[in-house]
């Protein structure tokens, strides 16, 4: 084996919603998608919306228990805001998303570690203002997104685990915020070109994601990423309990998959949440290495 490949399932958990209100969905989807990590040996984070965790307390806390990451998910729409995060300064976003973490921190009885914005809707505050309320990693980013009508634009954006930039969200930073970005192929373009092909089990088969998923992880090797990843993401609105739904067979085709390849790259998998991602990544690069001045390209002239 030549190296590690941490392997991070992510599921948003939002049957709250007001366009979704399937409570019983949510716990069916969330019970089945966590038996079936268990099952395969993978660990998952669950992101999880406040009145999302106030109907279903117990089943988070016994996720947590056997070994998953329970962490925050936030539409502001829920809380009474627009839809987007995108379109708020700083004092308004920590206001929401300060709001929402108190309401998950008194259902739980713990605080959220992570953070999974939705849509992945951010702005150049988004960072600090997640840094300030005490996060420290998440999934705030699409890279190559490009989907202004959601406040969610990425182009540009690192494909691979970094510290987060305070005042710029697709530059490296030096907060100690790690940030895990869903995992993309950014040339394989969908939604008229606004959204790279992702590891969102719902969007396409298993055999799409087999090119997705080989691809990023053989660029990974070629370019000596110090912690190479995959996170795939998931939404609870799906019924994982049926064994003849389609996103569950292609959770399970995916699975196969990342083995295959992890093998035929000669990777050994790492199952992980996204905390034991972001302690690896903090272990093999410090902090204060990370920062690079920019600097104006002049090879062109002359
Ligand atoms: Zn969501």
């Known amino acids: 084996m030549s190296g590690s490949l941490y392997v991070s399932f992510n599921i948003?958990?939002?049957v709250s919603q007001p366009a979704v209100q399937d409570l019983p969905l949510g716990e069916r989807a969330v019970r089945a998608f966590g038996d079936l990590l268990d099952e395969n040996g993978h660990r998952a984070t669950f992101h999880v919306l406040p009145s999302d965790v106030e109907a279903h307390a117990n089943v988070y806390r016994e996720l947590k228990d056997r070994g998953h990451e329970i962490g925050l998910h936030v539409h502001p729409a829920t809380e009474g805001y627009e839809e987007f995060l995108g379109v708020y300064g700083a004092e308004q976003q920590a206001t929401i998303v300060g709001d929402a973490g108190d309401r998950f921190s008194f259902a739980l009885g713990f605080a959220p570690e992570s953070i999974c914005i939705g849509y992945a809707s951010t702005n150049d505050f988004t960072y600090g203002v997640l840094y300030d309320l005490g996060y420290r990693h998440g999934t705030c980013?699409?890279?190559s997104r490009v989907l202004p009508e959601?406040?969610?634009v990425h182009a540009g954006a690192p494909l691979d685990l970094h510290y987060a930039n305070r005042h710029n969200r697709l530059l490296l930073g030096d907060l100690d915020f790690v940030e895990i970005p869903i995992t993309v192929d950014p040339d394989s373009r969908m939604w008229s070109?606004?959204?790279?092909q992702d590891l969102r089990v719902e969007l396409v088969d298993a055999k799409n994601h087999w090119y997705t998923i080989h691809k990023s992880v053989k660029r990974q090797v070629e370019?000596?990423?110090?912690?190479?990843?995959?996170?795939?993401?998931t939404h609870n609105t799906f019924d994982y309990s049926d064994r003849n739904d389609f996103r569950r067979?292609?959770?399970v085709g995916m699975m196969k998959h990342i083995q295959a390849i992890a093998e035929d790259l000669q990777l050994q998998i790492v199952p992980a949440t996204g905390a034991q991602i972001a302690a690896a990544y903090r272990q093999?690069?410090?902090l204060d290495n990370t920062t690079s001045k920019l600097q104006l390209d002049r090879r062109g002239y002359g």
């Open 193 to 196: 070109g606004k959204h790279p």
């Open 141 to 143: 980013s699409i890279p």
């Open 284 to 286: 093999a690069v410090p």
């Open 223 to 233: 370019d000596g990423v110090p912690v190479k990843f995959l996170r795939a993401i």
């Open 249 to 251: 067979q292609t959770l």
């Open 12 to 14: 948003d958990c939002e």
């Open 150 to 152: 959601c406040a969610s």
